[in-house]
């Protein structure tokens, strides 16, 4: 079944994947805090963002992010609708996201992303395998 | 010189075409000849012996740690060149293979200049092998050797980027050129050893120059190649990028806390600055011609 992106169905689905994704447990032992994604606003969709808190390797919470959680997020990543479709198609390297500016990291610094490189990939990973639909893809 | 060499051989500088100066590898090379004539010999180390003496065990310890990376990687990026300068050569690019013969020299420079301190001022012998890790290994012991070492077998324009990629991209402007903003920032705060100050400063206007002809190198590439090769790039880069920033972040896990007040967030930031501009300059030759990319591309 196809979850739209960044939707709580979407985010639930993320963290169940997560969960059963022992590459990910490993390499996250020393994880601790959370993540926003955003996808933002054109002319096909409205702003939306996932908000997923991350503990030593397990995924504590994961919801469509609110006011607050976009607030609290320790590291709040956005772009746009083409580059997230080539991050969860597994067709853009996270960290080549960043430091190539596809991907704004607009809070956190990329030095205390560093060390969690392998933790980051296996995020990504497991997002790619939700079985995804785009807002310009929806019915 | 066999008969149907001789029919066949063209020489550029006797026919009405000459030398394009225009070209931002001549403009390099005019740039190399008046700011790159630097003697390594000439550093003043003096004052460098003396604050030596004064430092702490885990401050030398340090400053050992990150000249045992300089020094590999100037002499790994110097033995590796030659087979980009035969490609090059080979495809009569005239303007672009004497660039990199200053390009070259200078790197044998930076390997003397290192080598140097290591003798006068630090008066180390030992085997600094020890300080390289996974991560450096990864990138100056197999890629960058073999990714140059290929063109001596494939010189396709895929074999080039894949080549300039790993020795411009990652080992000059993820490690080099941020290993030297940094080493010259830390040493200056600290009031220290100003023969390496002045020793990095010429390093870094040579990696300058060096990056800028990467990009030009690279850009060349997209233009001709398209999409296709920009894929490769990306590829490329996204594979290096994790050893390349792993060196960086073994080097902070090794001290704590970490002499000199060296902060990590200074390598990465200026990395990732120097990084964005670089690769969106090279993605937008995706859609130039060759002239606009010579017009564009920044001769430092």
Redesign the interface.
Known sequence: MSHEVFTDTWAEVWAEELAASTPYREAATKWEGSLALVLTADTVTSERAVFIDLWHGQCRMARSASREDLEQADFLIRSDLATWKRVLDNDLDPMFGLMSGKLQLTRGSLAKLTPYLTASRELVKAAARVDSIFPDETP | MTASDETTREYQTTSPRGLDYTLPPMRLWRKAKKIGIWNPEDIDFSQDIEDWRKLSDVERDSLLHLTSLFQAGEESVTLDLLPLIQVIAAEGRLEEEMFLTAFLWEEAKHVELFRRFLDEVANDHSDLARFHGPNYRTIFYQELPRAMSRLTTDSSPAAQARASVTYNMIVEGVLAETGYFSYHATLARNGILPGMQQAVSHLKSDEARHLAYGVFLLSRLVAEGGDDLWRQI?ER??AL??PA??V??DFFDAYDPMPFGL???E???F??RQ??SR??RI?RARHQTLEEICQHVDAT
């Open positions: 990306e880069m996204a990028l994790g920033i792993g960086i972040t902060e990590l967030e390598f990465t930031e990395a990732t990084f964005q690769i969106q993605e």
